[in-house]
């Protein structure tokens, strides 16, 4: 009995030793990651540990899991200077360079990541309509080597924001750039995918009494001569969709679109400080945060599989009451009570 006890203990004690070694060893591995993104051109990404702003929210969150660069965490961080081609080069050479999982910002990146591994997990920050573009099985249980954040591209808040603000406005463009759709899809989806966008986009513009009306551009030469036909009449207004092409020229729409005098409603909260008349999108600190959560399951064990697609729950209300002005609008009084910025 005494000898069944003793050898019980050391059995005990060697399991415990096992496993304190399986953790130490664990402890002391370094992660790699790859950063992906379209990014504009001429853009550089800082080191990641002096991520400010929205961005920090990554960088915040995964300190806080313990991860610290230089020591237990590597992030190579790529992007396509604006060029759909090199994004792809870039997707491919972090497959090749053995990263532990790839991080995309934006359906370019993704798509492209997606296209270069099938193997890799890739936790995606922002994209809209994941499962539309075919990129995960359901928000739920996506399936395969992906899974991320989707974000709301536009939706019935904004029609609604714009009719409070404008009651005159009775068409509404949704600008968004042209090829940027086609780039994220397989093209056998694209214009499927662009199809039901425009369905879902006319039912939310009719729910609020307004006309939805497609508007791609496929470069900056087209912006003015649109806007200047689409202005004609004088009830019309446009919601911004931002991605990387389109956020080069932020300045030149909104001040062209104001020439034209045609309200602005944007899904990104920095085209509202740069003179958007209001701004509706959601939070870029709380989304990035719940991202590298995200990412340290995965590193942790976790399969992509098996972390269901997350969905924004913090969101902000901008309004930029100077271009307000200048459209000869008021800022309805229950709107400066929600807002949580007013720009004067």
Known sequence: MR??????????????VDIGAASAQQSDRVYKI????LARPGWVYPPIETW???????????RDKGFVVGKNLVVDLRHGNGDMARLAQEAESLVASNVDLIVTRGGAATAAAMQATKHIPIVFLEVGDPVGRGMVASLAKPGGNVTGIAVQVTGPK?????????????RVGRLNYGPARANSLTQDRAQEYQATQDAINKTAAAAVGLEGIYFPVNSRDEIEPKLAEFAKGGDAALIIVSDI????WSEYILATALQHRLVTAC???GWARAGCAISY???????LRRGAVMVDKVLKGTKPADIPVEQPTVFKLLVNARTMKALDLTVPPMLLTLADEVIE
Not at 281 to 287: H, K, L, P, S, T
Request: hydrophobic residues 55%; without cysteine; negative net charge.
């Open 3 to 16: 000898f069944l006890l003793s050898a019980l203990a050391w059995a005990i004690l060697g399991l415990t």
């Open 34 to 37: 790859g950063w992906l993104s």
């Open 52 to 62: 400010p702003g929205a961005i920090g929210g990554f960088w915040d969150a995964l």
């Open 158 to 170: 904004m029609y609604q924001l714009i009719r409070d603000i404008a009651p005159k406005v009775r």
């Open 245 to 248: 092409t389109i956020s080069l």
């Open 267 to 269: 899904n990104d909260i």
């Open 281 to 287: 999108a959601d939070d870029n600190y709380a989304r």
